[in-house]
């Protein structure tokens, strides 16, 4: 394989150890909030740095900053901020253009809305070429074909004359990746480059770009997951609220975290080792913890060989789900993992009774479910509950948090019979799923991401169900809220029995969450077990390779 | 270095299908061109039963037309007209003549003029396309020009683009048509008063048209622009060391003009009514001019036979609209 031809770099090459880029009490601010307070680092050649932190930490504002494009009405300010013996702060609009993409290179997430849609992979991959007039109309295609070639893209000349939108997310993550390598840039900033990918690709962009730092170029990663950062980071610095809390060799900070908030953060992670405990430290259930009893005799809800085909645009049928049985018993969690594409939220679909499915059926307590009419299923409707991935979706804007779960509960098999019994269990709900009183007038709007799914769950469990169908629940939300969710989750279930199908594409949510599991790929079951069992002593090949993929905290070097 | 694994979950690349891929593309031609055809056929259907709802009898219409007065025409009188006109045949033969006969390019006889309606409408047509065409055109310009260089460039500027746009685009025809005339043929005579449809003389009227639409569809443009240039691939562009201009021209205009093509079939079949003012103000020859006198004389056949040729103009307009859309954004192609 060719390694990419360093024609400039070699020359002006920083010596190991040494600083290329120095930053030392950088501030960021909008108007008169400052996101950034004054924060200090260095990034090394060969060497990478890893900048973790929640949503709103300023890590992807200091990510910004370090090229240029902080935006127009930001105010910067630094002590030192230096590439190389250069002045950053100190580059005019025309010097900063011949420094990005030459000496800096910047990978933003999800290549599907990072690169320009509408012109050719090979375009978007060449332009830093063109605009920094590397080699001429001949020898660019060329150069980007090598590109691809050296990022791990089969048929790279094809690639170069599609678009992005033909590329699968891998693909068009490399494409992305060899853009901002074009010109062997001797710092890399990748801001979240793997968070919209699957297991498996996510680990191949990993590679690749530890690969570019065997190279000897120095990457600073922005990610909100630690275990990535594990993987790829030789030093860790935890940002938040603007400033950096614990900073240090990455195996110390993810082994031996010595700030509050970096073992805060690093017991939010599920994984193997968080079956049974709590997510959010320091905090203890409603009522004395007791295992919850599993009732394997009939189940509660049955799928039996369940089958859905789709036509593509194409005009080719696709199975998306393809022969799926499973049995979840009252109590229980029953876990289904897979990568996008693989039929689970289909098969949640299907068991919702929402989407008709074209083989097999689902039974509910042993009696029929899917094959009733909608009219039949009406009155039972209130014994499967459901959460979406983004409860803002799912929420009528207008309607407040107390409205919202009203109207859930009328829809019960005891609906409220008076105002004032409406408002009290509306109350006792939401103090369930950790509201309060003041939040009952409010619109989902005004709600954070936690709190709106507390709503949602508020609302899953008023009509007193027996299940509830958790698709994606904690995708969209932050380590330390997510594991707020999902205490909370464990907390209803100890409390009220309810079982959960628990849809997640997060092996480490599932594997805390769950009591069995489903693997699913490509709309078939490949394998099944109990949540240790698949996790420790995989069978499948399939499971096997995602469990290797599976980026984790004892990795960090 | 490691060799990276090729991508497993890479999907099936559309070179792998090229024989399934053109044949779907003719079906979808195929499937176009059949609801075009229907459409017409509405159209035509619609003009026809449109004459025969017009109270009185249609001979009865025409004998007045050509003497200038109301009055009972005795059927001695009236037969030779029926004849002449075919109206002594069944309803559902008229019909099927005149459908057939739009197809074949025959749009009846005119009440007044004695001459079939494809000869009246004939030499009107080439000088309001080239007006409204050239409208179209000149409008696209002006929004172009008028959103690259305003669209995100300090409060002032924008304001002052987008205040241009909302201004002009409130601004009524025959206004427009007539404070030109008045000020650069009258006042300052650059231009000729009466245009006749020489180049010179096409100026105005195109001026007309064009200046509040290039307000809409810069307003139009101007929100699109505005959405692109938040859009991540903007800052990747920037990232890799791309001025701004070359941001708006190279990536972000080729997204903000998607919406305004869209439009831009509405428009064309818009501007055919407002040449019919423009025209008037300049007395310019066209279509419109024709229009404003079969209305005026009853000339029904006529006026129907205007009516099919602005719908066919609309669905050509939509097909070359379809067309552009594709060219631009590929993406559509491949769905």
């Known amino acids: 394989m060719t390694v990419v031809a360093s024609k400039q770099a070699s020359t002006r090459q920083v010596a190991p150890g040494q600083a290329l880029l120095s930053v030392q009490n950088l501030r960021v601010a909008f108007g008169e909030t400052e996101v950034v307070k004054g924060i200090s680092f260095t990034a090394r050649p060969g060497s990478c740095l890893a900048i973790v932190g929640e949503s709103g930490s300023g890590k992807s504002v200091t990510a910004r900053t370090l090229v240029g494009l902080t935006g127009g009405d930001a105010r910067v300010a630094a002590d030192r901020l230096d590439l190389d013996g250069t002045d950053l702060l100190a580059l005019g609009e025309r010097a900063w253009r011949r420094t990005r993409g030459k000496e800096i290179g910047f990978v933003l997430q999800d290549a599907l809305v990072s690169l320009d849609q509408l012109r050719r992979v090979g375009a978007e991959v060449g332009e830093p070429l063109e605009l920094h007039d590397w080699g001429d109309r001949r020898s660019r295609p060329e150069r980007v074909v090598e590109l691809l070639t050296s990022v791990g893209v089969p048929e790279p000349e094809m690639r170069a004359r599609q678009r992005p939108y033909e590329l699968s997310g891998g693909l068009r993550q490399r494409a992305l990746i060899a853009s901002a390598i074009a010109l062997d840039p001797r710092l890399v900033i990748a801001d979240e480059p793997t968070t919209a990918l699957d297991v498996t690709v996510q680990a191949q962009v990993l590679d690749l770009l530890a690969a570019s730092k065997e190279r000897g170029t120095s990457i600073i990663l922005i990610s909100h997951d630690l275990s990535v950062v594990a993987r790829l980071a030789d030093e860790v ?90 049995e979840l018993y009252a109590g229980e969690t029953l876990g289904i993992v897979g990568e996008s594409g693989s039929g689970k939220t289909t098969t949640a679909r299907i068991a919702l009774a929402m989407l008709e499915a074209e083989g097999g059926e689902v039974l509910l307590r042993g009696e029929p479910w899917s094959t009733l009419t909608q009219r039949e299923r009406r009155p039972l409707r209130n014994r499967v509950g459901v959460v979406y991935q983004d409860p803002l979706s799912s929420f009528d804007p207008r309607w407040s948090v107390g409205r919202i779960v009203a109207d859930a509960l009328s829809r019960g098999p005891n609906p409220p019979s008076s105002a004032e019994e409406r408002r009290t269990r509306v109350l006792g709900l939401l103090q369930k799923v950790g509201l309060g009183e003041h939040q009952v007038d409010v619109g989902p709007l005004r709600l954070s991401g936690g709190q709106r799914q507390r709503v949602a769950i508020a609302r899953a469990l008023a009509p007193e169900p027996e299940l509830i169908v958790c698709d994606e629940p904690v995708s969209a939300l932050d380590v330390s809220v997510q594991a707020q969710v999902l205490d909370l989750l464990t907390d209803l279930q100890d409390d009220l029995g309810v079982s959960y199908l628990f849809i997640s594409h997060d092996l480490g949510v599932i594997h805390h969450m769950s009591d069995r599991v489903l693997v699913m790929k490509d709309g078939k079951v490949v394998e099944r077990g109990t949540a240790d069992d698949i996790f420790t002593r995989p069978q499948d090949p399939y499971t096997q390779r995602l469990l290797t993929a599976l980026p984790r905290l004892e990795q960090a070097s | 270095m490691t060799t990276l694994a090729p991508d497993v979950l890479a999907p099936v690349t559309p070179t792998a299908l090229p024989a399934r891929r053109s044949v779907r593309a003719a079906r979808r031609a195929a499937l176009k061109a059949a609801s075009a055809v229907a459409v017409l056929i509405a159209a035509a259907s619609v003009t026809f039963f449109a004459q025969l709802a017009i109270p009185g009898d249609r001979a009865t219409i025409i004998l007045n037309l050509q003497n200038g007065r109301e009055q009972k025409w005795s059927s001695s009188e009236l037969s030779p007209v029926n004849e002449k006109f075919g109206f002594d045949h069944p309803l559902l033969t008229q019909y099927l003549h005149y459908v057939g006969g739009f197809f074949k390019g025959d749009l009846g006889t005119s009440y007044t003029q004695y001459r079939p309606v494809t000869s009246v409408i004939g030499a009107q047509i080439l000088p309001t396309l080239v007006l409204t065409v050239g409208a179209l055109v000149v409008a696209w310009i002006f929004a172009l020009v008028v959103t690259v260089l305003t669209v995100r460039r300090g409060r002032a500027v924008t304001g002052i683009g987008s205040s ?57 443009t101007r929100d699109e622009f505005d959405k692109v240039l938040d859009q991540p691939f903007i800052t990747t562009a920037r990232a890799r060391g791309m001025g701004d201009t070359a941001i708006r021209l190279r990536h972000a205009l080729r997204h903000a003009v998607l919406p305004a093509i869209t439009l831009s079939g509405w428009a064309l079949g818009a501007l055919i009514s407002g040449a019919v003012i423009a025209e008037n103000i300049y007395g310019r020859p066209g279509i419109g001019q024709v229009l404003v006198t079969a209305v005026n004389t009853r000339d029904v056949p006529t006026v129907a036979g205007i009516v099919l040729v602005v719908a066919a103009v609309y669905i050509v307009a939509n097909l070359l609209v379809d067309l552009a859309y594709a060219a631009v954004d590929p993406r559509l192609r491949a769905s």
């Open chain 1, 237 to 326: 610095a935890v940002m938040r609220d603007g400033e950096i809390v614990e900073h240090g060799v990455s195996r110390q900070v993810l082994c031996d975290p010595q700030h509050e908030y970096t073992r805060a953060l690093l017991d939010a992670v599920p994984s193997e080792h968080t079956r049974g405990v709590r997510l959010v430290r320091g905090t203890s259930p409603s009522t004395p913890r007791e295992r919850r009893p599993i009732d394997r005799g009939r189940p509660l809800l049955e799928g039996r060989h369940l089958t859905k085909v789709y036509r593509g645009p194409d005009g080719v049928d696709r199975t998306v789900v393809d022969d799926v049985s499973f």
């Open chain 2, 164 to 220: 241009f746009e909302a201004f002009t685009a409130s601004l009524p025809h025959y206004w427009v048509g007539v404070i030109l005339l008045v000020v650069f043929a009258v006042k300052i005579p650059i231009f000729p008063v009466i245009g006749g449809d020489g180049l010179w003389g096409t100026v105005l009227p195109v001026l007309t048209l064009a200046i509040p639409l290039s307000g809409f569809l810069g307003q139009v």
